[in-house]
């Protein structure tokens, strides 16, 4: 039974999860609140191992399918299924949800349930966009996934909540709503909602032009690229700690992903002809947004314009169309998973004692957090793509197939090396070196156990995924081959038909 609905149980069984502690939990019961969603998340997380553990690397296609019937006068269907780009984002989700259950364990004394209940029912969400095999599915579980967060940012963060959160509802369902529009005239082409019947459609250049925008809009605000990114460092300046890392570590992801499931495939033919746009807006994603953090007074805006920046690498990656190119990009997003949220729980836990995020109210805190000092400085290395950590990986691919691809693309690329450097390590000197100037630093504390385990956990996965990346590289290689073969075959109509 687990077996055969496997992507359903990862599916609703958070979405159950956050339901059961609405229902159950409450602030006069704190503990049994936040135990109730630390079983629900870590069984979410349990469910989603066996994608990856029995997921037959040497075929294509999709694996653990469901197909039933949904609004049959529609040919509507829940219609689900993965290749090897949406099983390492799905364990991804999962685990992170674990992550922020755990964060915010002591963190969040007020309106608890609601707090965990949102993050494991966006949870359910997040993989059923992963999932989802049918456009109207695909699309629902979309635009639910912003109510969550929507509440998590408008009623968990800062002084300015309420101007972030409606500028992030705004962009993102502007943009929506044109991908709904494409997939209505997809609809009338072929009668179906399944997205494989639109990857075989013949459809005209212009057509293909048309619809290629139409997601273009959806899913460039998502990851955000430049210029509909203005969102992204308003939402996670005002966001607590966990609505940022499942903002930077997932939410970000489902923009890079839909390229490659939905934009990409079934217009190829207008992928190819756009794409020199698309690497012309990657590239100033990376150099131009780099410059951007460079100046940045807060922590959290600064990691939020390096995350803009980071995920400029992904599209940069899909467009040059080599498997070096397309494989590169699936680990930059894994890797930046990791290191985003690692970089704002390190922030959280300064915030969670000084209540400030401004570079200037710290300086030598190193002195009094020497374990997780060292922890920062790590994954601020890893941001900095030092080799031996995630960050190198994915960056290096990309780096090495834009230089067959392109050499000035390649060198406009490359320069995140420097610049990720600069703003990275400026911050980390500024933050974590130097004399202590504030009194309140001099008094802080160092980790505690649930903080350790926490950023230990992040540590070995981005040292992990950085000196062996084979596990995830072999999950991607097949799925990559038959994509990239799907996007050398034209769709245009044959003449005459």
């Known amino acids: 039974m687990l077996q055969s609905h496997l992507l359903s149980f990862a599916i609703w069984l958070p979405m159950l999860a956050g339901v059961l502690v609405l229902l159950l939990g409450s602030d006069n019961k704190p503990s049994m609140t936040r135990w109730l969603a630390l079983v629900g998340s870590a069984l979410s997380f349990l469910v989603t191992i066996p994608l990856f553990t029995q997921f037959q690397t040497t075929l294509t296609g999709f694996q ?11 040919n509507i269907h829940y219609h689900l299924g993965v290749d090897g780009f949406s099983v390492p984002l799905i364990l991804l989700t999962s685990f992170t949800t674990l992550l922020v259950v755990v964060a915010g364990w002591e963190v969040i004394s007020k309106q608890i349930a609601q707090y965990m209940a949102a993050f494991l029912i966006m949870s359910g969400l997040m993989i059923g966009v992963f999932s989802a095999l049918d456009g109207i599915l695909y699309y629902v579980f979309w635009e639910a996934m912003l109510i969550p967060m929507f509440l ?64 273009f809009m959806a899913f460039a605000v998502k990851i955000p690229m430049w210029p509909v990114h203005t969102w992204l460092p308003d939402a996670h300046v005002e966001a607590p700690t966990g609505g940022s890392v499942v903002l930077a570590a997932i939410a970000l992801k489902l923009g890079g992903y839909s390229f490659l499931r939905f934009a990409m495939p079934i217009a190829p033919d207008a992928a190819h002809y756009l794409s020199g746009f698309m690497i012309t807006l990657s590239l100033i994603a990376i150099v131009y947004i780099a410059l951007v953090a460079l100046v940045q007074k807060d922590m959290k805006k600064l990691i939020a314009y390096s995350s803009i920046s980071h995920m400029g690498f992904v599209t940069l990656g899909f467009f040059m169309f080599n498997q070096m190119g397309l494989d590169g990009a699936m680990v930059q997003m894994i890797s930046h998973g990791f290191i985003s949220s690692a970089m704002f729980l390190c922030v959280g836990v300064l915030y969670d004692r000084m209540h400030s995020r ?107 995924l950085g000196v062996y990346p084979q596990p995830l590289t072999d999950l991607l290689q097949m799925t990559s081959q038959a994509f990239l073969k799907h996007m050398a075959s034209s769709k245009l109509p044959v003449a005459g038909l």
């Open 358 to 464: 401004q570079i200037a109210d710290y300086g030598g805190v190193v002195n009094t957090m020497p374990v997780f000092s060292a922890f920062a400085v790590l994954f601020a290395m890893a941001n900095s793509g030092l080799p031996g950590t995630s960050g190198f990986v994915g960056e290096f691919m990309v780096i090495l197939a834009a230089v067959k691809f392109n050499f000035w693309v390649a060198f406009l690329a490359a320069t995140t090396l420097i610049f990720g450097a600069a703003y990275t390590l400026w911050m980390t000197k500024r933050v974590f070196y130097g004399e202590i100037t504030n009194s309140h630093v001099a008094e802080l504390l160092d980790l505690n156990r649930r903080e350790f385990l926490i950023l230990a956990t992040l540590a070995v996965l981005v040292i992990g």
């Open 64 to 74: 653990f399918e469901e197909s039933v019937a949904w609004i049959p006068a529609f």
């Open 152 to 215: 998590v940012i408008g009623v968990w963060g800062g002084p300015n909540r309420v101007y972030a959160t409606i500028k992030f509802f705004l962009y993102t369902l502007l943009g929506s709503l044109l991908m709904l529009v494409a997939f209505i005239y997809l609809y009338h082409q072929t009668g179906s909602f399944e997205i494989t019947d639109y990857y075989q459609l013949p459809i005209s250049m212009n057509a293909q032009i048309w619809i290629f925008i139409a997601f």
